[in-house]
């Protein structure tokens, strides 16, 4: 299973922008995908990204706010997130599943970032 690092959460103002980074311990062909779990939520999936980065999928909630992008020379998938609001808050974590189809499905991904905590006051 590749290691997963989450890192760039905090708290911001609705309106504002934040980047996620998930750094992986080595060079993965999988699957990447992020989820997110809102205070007294089950997890929930916010977006994924095939290897090569050409083939993405967003939740509806988060769809022309929010893009995921990879860095593979750098092992490193990303979301940015913009227009936030305080719904987007909760812990995001970042996910790695095999190479194949991408999936919204938690069950499906195998390895699993610690999280970062975001935060979007009103």
């Known amino acids: 299973q590749v290691q997963l690092v989450e890192s760039g959460g905090g708290l911001v103002q609705a309106g504002g922008s934040l980047r996620l980074s998930c750094a992986a311990s080595?060079?993965?062909?999988?699957?990447m995908g992020w989820f997110r779990r809102a205070p007294g939520k089950e997890r929930e999936f916010v977006a994924a990204t095939d290897w090569i980065g050409s083939t993405t999928s967003y939740a509806d909630s988060v769809k022309g706010r929010f893009t995921i992008s990879r860095d593979n020379a750098k092992n490193t998938v990303y979301l940015q997130m913009n227009s936030l609001k305080p719904e987007d808050t909760g812990v995001y974590y970042c996910a790695a599943d095999r190479p194949g189809k991408l999936s919204t499905t938690s069950g499906d991904y195998d390895s699993w970032g610690q999280g970062t905590q975001v935060t979007v006051s009103s």
């Open positions: 080595g060079p993965t062909f999988n699957i």
